[in-house]
Structure formats: structure tokens, C-alpha cells
């Protein structure tokens, strides 16, 4: 055997052979084809053609009115409740809506409750659903009942709503206010104002206005549709040195749900607006001052329809009675008996609840002391 065909039998032995072998296993791996996946079972079918996320439950008006309303309202809805009130509530068998009839009227007063009665609010209770469940369960309860209509009312639906026009007089001391205007809040509550110096005269709940004016210019005086909660005497609102100054009205603005007005004092801007509060469980009003530049020197008086009396303080609230009222105060650099002086810059609030149930206020912390 020569050395030629030796490194040919050593080349195809060593070499050629095993990497035929490698070739030849490779392409029957890849041309085989894979076994067929195993037929499903009529379990695995079912599984993957009915399973559905879970259905949504609805909201139940009866369950939620049971819950937070039956007992002042009664089961039935007569207003023959368990609770012991100082007055009966309202019998919706009987049609009795403070506000009327409509979703929007029924859902403020859920919300927002009314000020100067046992009704609170269920606004931080209740959340959106369940507000409209039991809405649409409270009004079936009752008769229809037409809802109010008619060109000259104004009424605040979604958004806030503003109008300038003649207040009428608050008593025989005094005269129509020309000048007046009247912001109104989508919870329900409207303030209104002398604008001459920015006077705040009257807070309403429920409706707006009626005007019969349109063809004149503050001819006749607006006619609030809203129930009365608050109004105070025509004293002087700011004073300096105990010298009155009168602020200059600037205009009105709308914003979310409320509407403001803004006003101008020596050294500072104040911007106002009002909502419908619960605090605690009473319900009521609050106005909120925003104070731009420097008002350290200024003092504001407290709405009152009288002498208020100093209570004590309960947090960062400072506490007054006015005969059946509550006025609270905080924001404020400092107080005397009647008025408070603004702080250079800031915010203040004051709220005021009408007709307070003064028993369950001292049990919620509002220093009412020996009042009855």
C-alpha cells in the first residue's frame, strides 16, 4: 500500500465519514415533521368559550335609602322614621321635596344636605353611584309632579351661574339695592351681594332666580327662587383704624362649580366665593376669602343678624353664636367680638350653620359651653 492511498483511507475514515454522519442526522431531524398536538378535551373547549369576567352589580336605591335614609324618612318613605327629630321629615309618598322634583334638585340636597334643618349631607358618604341609585328610588316613591318651568327662571345645572340685577329690601329699614348681584353654585347654594361696597346680604339653598327685568335695566327687583338660610344686618363689612372703607367691586369670575367675585381694599385684592358644607353634621355654608397683597391692617366684620357671642375655639376654628346660628372662623391673623382682622395674605373661611342643633354641636367638639 503506498503513502497516497494511506492519507486517502485516513482522510475519508477520520474526516469525510464523520461529517457525512453529522449531515445525514441533521436533515432527518429537520424533515421529520412534528407529532400532532393532542386533540383538546371537551373541558378545555368549554373552558375557553364561556369563561367571562364578572358581571357588574348594579347599585340598589332601596339598599342604600335603608341604609342612610329610612330612619328619619321612614322604610315606606311617609316620613314616619325612628329617629327622634324636632321636626317630622319629609313624606316622599306625599311629594314633599324641599327643592323640587327633578334628579339634579333631589341629588343636592343628598349631597349637600339642608342648611337649617336635621337633613345632612351624604357627600363624603356616598360615592357617585350610589347618589344616583338612591335619587332615582327616593323620586319613584312619589306622584309625578311637573317640573317647574317658564323663560324668566334661571336655573344652575352644570355649571355656575351669575346675574346682576335690584335686590329687594331685607326688611322695612331699608331700600332696594339697585346694584345687587347673585353668584350661584351647581350644589344649590347662592349667595348675594351689594356691590356698591361689597356687601354679602343673603345665602339661599335650592333654586336660583326669577327675573322679570329684561326689557329694562334693573327695573324690578330679581326674585330668588331659593329657600332662605342666612342673612345678615347692613353694617359696614371692612373697617381701618375703626373707620369703614368701602371695597370696590371688580367683577365676577366662574370656576369648577362655583362662581366668585373679586373685590379691591387699600393694599390687597380679595377674592370670594361660597359651597355647601357639612361640618361635622351640621349643615350650612361656607365663604372663602383669597387674599393677594396686604390686608394685615383691615378688619371684617362677622355676618350676624345681631350681637354675636364669643364661644371659644374648636381646632383652628374660632367659634361665635348668633341666636340660633353658628359662625365659625379660620385663616384669620386675629379676632375681637365682632370682627376679624385679615392677615396680610392667605385664606379665609367662615362658615356659617343656620338653626344649629346645638346639643349634637357640643358633642362634636364646637364649644357651645352652657347654650341651650
Given at each position: 500500500m503506498t503513502v497516497k492511498s494511506i492519507v486517502i483511507n485516513f482522510v475519508c475514515l477520520f474526516i469525510v465519514a464523520p461529517v457525512a454522519s453529522v449531515l445525514i442526522l441533521w436533515g432527518c431531524w429537520v424533515l421529520i415533521p412534528d407529532p400532532p398536538p393532542p386533540p383538546q378535551t371537551s373541558a378545555a373547549i368549554q373552558t375557553q368559550t364561556f369563561i367571562r369576567s364578572a358581571p357588574h352589580t348594579p347599585v340598589s336605591g332601596r339598599t342604600v335609602y335603608m341604609a342612610n335614609c329610612a330612619r328619619c324618612h321612614g322604610a315606606s318613605g311617609d316620613g314616619a322614621g325612628t329617629?327622634?327629630?324636632?321636626?317630622?321629615?319629609?313624606?316622599?309618598?306625599?311629594?314633599?321635596?324641599?327643592?323640587?322634583?327633578?334628579?339634579?334638585?333631589?341629588?343636592?340636597?343628598?349631597?349637600?344636605?339642608?342648611?337649617?334643618?336635621?337633613?345632612?349631607?351624604?357627600?363624603?358618604?356616598?360615592?357617585?353611584?350610589?347618589?344616583?341609585?338612591?335619587?332615582?328610588?327616593?323620586?319613584?316613591?312619589?306622584?309625578?309632579v311637573p317640573a317647574a318651568s317658564g323663560d324668566a327662571q334661571l336655573i344652575v345645572a352644570d355649571r355656575p351661574l351669575v346675574v346682576r340685577g335690584m335686590l329687594s329690601a331685607r326688611g322695612a329699614w331699608e331700600e332696594n339695592e339697585p346694584r345687587g348681584v347673585m353668584l350661584g353654585g351647581t350644589d344649590g347654594l347662592t349667595l348675594s351681594y351689594g356691590v356698591?361696597?361689597?356687601?354679602?346680604?343673603?345665602?339661599?339653598?335650592?333654586?336660583?332666580?326669577?327675573?322679570?327685568?329684561?326689557?329694562?335695566?334693573?327695573?324690578?327687583?330679581?326674585?330668588?327662587?331659593?329657600?332662605?338660610?342666612?342673612?345678615?344686618?347692613?353694617?359696614?363689612?371692612?373697617?381701618?383704624?375703626?373707620?369703614?372703607?368701602?371695597?370696590?367691586?371688580?367683577?365676577?369670575?366662574?370656576?369648577?362649580?362655583?362662581?366668585?367675585?373679586?373685590?379691591?381694599?387699600?393694599?390687597?385684592?380679595?377674592?370670594?366665593?361660597?359651597?355647601?358644607?357639612?361640618?361635622?353634621?351640621?349643615?350650612?355654608?361656607?365663604?372663602t376669602l383669597e387674599i393677594e397683597g396686604d390686608a394685615s391692617e383691615i378688619d371684617m366684620a362677622l355676618p350676624s343678624q345681631g350681637a354675636l357671642a364669643y364661644l371659644g375655639q374648636s381646632g383652628p376654628w374660632q367659634w361665635w353664636r348668633d341666636g340660633e346660628d353658628l359662625v365659625g372662623a379660620k385663616g384669620m391673623a386675629s379676632y375681637g367680638d365682632q370682627t376679624l382682622r385679615l392677615p396680610a395674605s392667605g385664606t379665609v373661611e367662615i362658615i356659617v350653620l343656620p338653626a344649629a342643633d346645638m346639643s349634637s354641636a357640643a358633642g362634636e367638639g364646637i364649644p357651645i359651653g352652657g347654650a341651650t
Open positions: 329617629e327622634k327629630l324636632d321636626r317630622p321629615a319629609r313624606s316622599f309618598l306625599a311629594g314633599g321635596f324641599s327643592f323640587g322634583n327633578t334628579p339634579e334638585a333631589v341629588r343636592r340636597v343628598v349631597q349637600h344636605g339642608i342648611a337649617g334643618t336635621p337633613m345632612p349631607g351624604f357627600g363624603r358618604v356616598l360615592n357617585a353611584q350610589q347618589t344616583a341609585a338612591v335619587v332615582k328610588y327616593v323620586i319613584a316613591m312619589a306622584p309625578p356698591r361696597d361689597v356687601q354679602f346680604r343673603a345665602a339661599r339653598q335650592g333654586g336660583f332666580v326669577k327675573r322679570t327685568d329684561w326689557e329694562g335695566r334693573g327695573g324690578t327687583p330679581l326674585s330668588p327662587t331659593g329657600r332662605l338660610i342666612h342673612w345678615v344686618m347692613p353694617n359696614p363689612v371692612f373697617t381701618q383704624n375703626g373707620v369703614a372703607i368701602p371695597a370696590q367691586f371688580l367683577g365676577t369670575s366662574t370656576s369648577g362649580g362655583a362662581a366668585s367675585l373679586s373685590m379691591k381694599l387699600p393694599g390687597a385684592t380679595i377674592r370670594e366665593s361660597g359651597d355647601a358644607i357639612t361640618h361635622a353634621t351640621q349643615t350650612g355654608y361656607r365663604r
